[in-house]
Structure formats: structure tokens, C-alpha cells
């Protein structure tokens, strides 16, 4: 591997941001020759979908899609415990209720029998995370969403080009989020990207991102707004945010993605240094990768046997070594927490009386978590040989422990 670095941005930035000021317009603008435009097209043609709509962030796509499927107040949400808390908090902004389903303790990644525990009357979808750029098992996931006449959202914040079955993530569910904030496989610092094959569903969503004005680039002609007796109207025809994508994001990200292919070959590398530097320990064990995928980590996940990330954080500072302890669980941290204790959603939504958020709640996922650490293989690593010298350090520490 070359220990050269591979820069996140470079000229190719530079000319799309600079070709954004000389058209003195920085608005997402909807013609052929907005960036945005040209980065939704080249992205829905990468991916195989027929809608694409790009966003302001990760999380306003989060919220887009569950909007998109029609998801509102008091409709349940199945969602993972285990990933960055947008996943969940989506719901809670659209009035819905989050339910959290376990997880596999070898990927931290939701599972069909898990799906299936939490079904009720009022669930209406499922959010299926590819946690760390592994993708979930969607065939049986799907399985169990039909059976229960479930939407299936797929969360692709950090899978970008992973592949189930030789099918990329983000083509299975419904409707897929991404995102394209700075730590991403690509980014324009932050973005959100949407897509679907159901044009009800990028419709609903677009309205959503636009404070309910009917900009539509595909699918049926936009209704328009009429007047009220003698007065005017905009046309926001429904509830809505503004979601906008910006010109300068679609810019840089469209650059971005021309990258994908080197980025991810540069992850690959330094994924190969670590399992190559920590394999053949008996307390530590590297990823899990289901049968037929193609993962393409954005954290690489160790899991330690015999001795807790907490523990092992100790043992680590003698060494100098540090360690991240930062698996989150969305229904411990003190929103979910309130919301016990006031028995409603911040949205005043009422919890219904089987629904709770507290210790306990997954015990496969808060037993994984104590035992599982993350480990960042950005391409944008300036010094790969940082990576391997404190591969080497976490070995030596986990091998003393293991005398």
C-alpha cells in the first residue's frame, strides 16, 4: 500500500466551485445545468434508481424518506439501537414513535427475527441501518416486512457502493437515505441524498423539503397554485421544511463521486493493514461479513472477547494507546430518556403503554456494545503508518492481556 496520502478535495473541487461563483448563483436552481441537478442524475444513474433527490444533510434525508413513505403522528417505527441517533429521531419529528428492535451482536446490525418481536397494529416501516458499510441480510428482512405489510427504509449513511447479493445497498427498501457529511465515503461537508423507484414517494418528499411547494423533476406535472377570490397563493401545498441542497454541495459532491472508485480501493487497503496487523488473536475478534456481501467499511468494528472496551480502554493508556468507545445506543441517551419519564414524544404524541426506552430494552445490543470498539479507515488517512503502528500497539496490549 502507498503510505502516500490521498487528498479529500482537490482541483477538481476547486473548478466546480468556481464555475458556481462565475454564474453568480449559489441556489439549487432546477435546469439541466445546476450541479445539483447533474449530481442527482449521475448518482440515480450510478445507483439504478429512477428518483433522486439531494439534500441539505444526512439527517433532512433521513426525514425525507419517512415522510416520502407517508409516516406521520402516531404510526410506529421499527429502528436499530445501535447507529447515529437521526436514524431514530427522524420519527419522532414526523410525530411517529420509534420502537427499537435487537440487533446481531456480531454486526450491531438489525435483524429479520428482531423485526418480526416488535411488529404491532400500529407499526408502519422499518429502518434497516448498513451499519459501518456492511450490508444488513435483506432478503430476510424483506421477507418479514412484507409479511407485516412494513415499508422498509434503508439507511446508507455509511454504505455507500456496499453490495448485497451483487445488488448495491440503497435498492432494496421503499426509499434509501444517504448521507454526504465530511467523515462520509464522499462529501460536500454536509448533504443527504434520497432514492426511490416510487414516484408517490419522491413526490411526498419533495414536498417535505421544499416548505410544500411542488418542484417536481420527474413524475407527473407539479400542481399549481390558484387564487382565493381576489388574493394570491404561493402553492405550498402541504407541511414542509427547507431541505434544500445548495449549489456549492451539489458541486463538490458531484466531484466527489467521479472519485468513488479510488476512495474506496484506498479504504480496502488500510481494512487489509488492520485485519492484516490484528489477526490471530484469541481475544480480539475482527468483523463479521455476512455471506453475500461486499462490505466497504466506513468504521471497521472489533469485537473483544473476555475483556470490555472499558477494561481494555485502561489496559490501553499504559500503552499509549487509544481506543474508541463510542457504539451508541439511540434509547439510552437523555431525549429517549425524558420521553420515558413524560410518557410522550417531544412532539406531544403520546407513548403507547407497551412502548419503553431504558436499560434492558435490547440486551444484545447493550451486551455488544460493551465489548465492541470502532476503528476510522478514512482514505483521507494522512499517515496510513499511524494506523499500523497503533495496530501494533492494541496487539502488544491485547496479547499481554492475554498471557
Known amino acids: 500500500m502507498s503510505d502516500d496520502p490521498i487528498q479529500i478535495f482537490d482541483d477538481a473541487e476547486l473548478e466546480a466551485l468556481r464555475a458556481v461563483v462565475e454564474s453568480q448563483s449559489a441556489w439549487r436552481g432546477m435546469g439541466e445545468d445546476s450541479p445539483v441537478t447533474q449530481f442527482e442524475d449521475t448518482f440515480g444513474e450510478r445507483l439504478g434508481r429512477k428518483y433522486v433527490l439531494a ?50 451482536p456480531r454486526t450491531l446490525i438489525i435483524t429479520a427475527e428482531s423485526i418480526e418481536a416488535a411488529v404491532t397494529a400500529k407499526a408502519k416501516a422499518v429502518v434497516v441501518v448498513h451499519l459501518n458499510g456492511q450490508p444488513a441480510e435483506m432478503s430476510a428482512i424483506l421477507e418479514v416486512a412484507r409479511k407485516h405489510n412494513l415499508a422498509v427504509v434503508e439507511d446508507c449513511a455509511q454504505a455507500f457502493d456496499c453490495t448485497y447479493r451483487d445488488r448495491p445497498v440503497g435498492t432494496f427498501g421503499s426509499v434509501a437515505s444517504f448521507s454526504l457529511q465530511q467523515g462520509k465515503q464522499i462529501t460536500s461537508g454536509e448533504g443527504g441524498i434520497i432514492v426511490t423507484d416510487d414516484p408517490e414517494v419522491y413526490e411526498r418528499a419533495s414536498l417535505y423539503c421544499n416548505c410544500g411547494m411542488a418542484w417536481y423533476r420527474y413524475g407527473r406535472e407539479a400542481p399549481r397554485a390558484e387564487p382565493v377570490g381576489e388574493l394570491m397563493t404561493r402553492g ?86 487509544t481506543i474508541r468507545r463510542d457504539i451508541e445506543i439511540n434509547y439510552l441517551e437523555v431525549v429517549y430518556r425524558q420521553m420515558e419519564d413524560e410518557r410522550c414524544t417531544p412532539v406531544g404524541v403520546p407513548l403507547p403503554d407497551y412502548v419503553h426506552y431504558g436499560l434492558g430494552l435490547c440486551p444484545e445490543a447493550e451486551a455488544a456494545a460493551r465489548y465492541t470498539t470502532s476503528v476510522f479507515v478514512h482514505h483521507g488517512m494522512t499517515d496510513p503508518d499511524r494506523l499500523r503502528q497503533w495496530a501494533t500497539g492494541l496487539r502488544d496490549v491485547l496479547t499481554r492481556l492475554n498471557g
Open 55 to 104: 439534500l441539505s444533510s444526512g439527517t433532512a434525508a433521513n426525514e425525507a424518506a419517512l415522510a416520502g413513505i407517508g409516516i406521520g403522528p402516531g404510526d410506529e417505527v421499527i429502528c436499530p439501537p445501535c447507529t447515529f441517533i437521526a436514524s431514530s429521531m427522524s420519527a419522532l419529528t414526523l410525530g411517529a414513535v420509534p420502537v427499537f428492535a435487537d440487533v446481531d
Open 236 to 321: 405550498h401545498f402541504a407541511m414542509g421544511h427547507n431541505y434544500r441542497m445548495t449549489a456549492w454541495q451539489g458541486a463538490v459532491a458531484l466531484a466527489q463521486l467521479g472519485k468513488m472508485e479510488r476512495f474506496n480501493a484506498r479504504r480496502a487497503e488500510l481494512v487489509d493493514l488492520l485485519e492484516n496487523s490484528l489477526a490471530g488473536l484469541s481475544n480480539l475478534q475482527l468483523a463479521h461479513r455476512y455471506a453475500d456481501t461486499l462490505p466497504i467499511y466506513w468504521n471497521y468494528p472489533l469485537r473483544t472477547v473476555g475483556i470490555t472496551t472499558h477494561d481494555l480502554e485502561a489496559a490501553c493508556e499504559e500503552s499509549k494507546v
